[in-house]
């Protein structure tokens, strides 16, 4: 069964401090694996998409790595804002059923003053 | 340009009533795929649609159903509906086909369903 899974589900930092954000995915074969920012009542907004090829990709404070190998992503929060409290998800495509979309259950994570 | 947009945002429906949501994808976009969004399940795959054809589906029963139209703009309806529906509903757009790797996924704010 595809699956995607999310450590830790929430997570309270400090502002200013970095944090890593794990996922962990069964789907196969793999596509590609996209790391989303929910806000709270507010719909996901890509950060980053990554294929098998590709190990590492930046946005900003955002980092995100993949081992296609282990099936492991990471997602690394460089100097965190308060702005970045919010849900990351981790969202993996592929499987045999045409590309589908397994999303992670999400790493909630605040960040305070 | 204008992101991807639903109506209507908030819903109060009775059980075994229907509902139907709306969603407009950004313009140009083909592709038009639903989410349910619950605390307990997360987000999951309902559909997808491009060109007006179904793609792909996922693993929810016959009860939820949706359509494309030629403008792109697309309809979920959930029949019947039961108190384990309440969720958010989003739908997102794209250019091509929402797994693919080059293309960047848009959602939208979503639809909030509550089935009482």
Redesign the interface.
Known sequence: KNQVEQSPQSLIILEGKNCTLQCNYTVSPF??L?WYKQDT??????LT???FSENTKSNGRYTATLDADTKQSSLHITASQLSDSASY?C?V??GN??????????TRLMVKP | KAGVTQTPRYLIKTRGQQVTLSCSPISGHRSVSWYQQTPGQGLQFLFEYFSETQRNKGNFPGRFSGRQFSNSRSEMNVSTLELGDSALYLCASSLVAAWDPGNTIYFGEGSWLTVV
């Open positions: 596509s590609n996209r009542g507010r719909g996901p907004v890509s998409i990554m294929t998800i969202v495509s592929g059923a045409g590309n589908m979309l397994t999303f992670g259950g999400g």
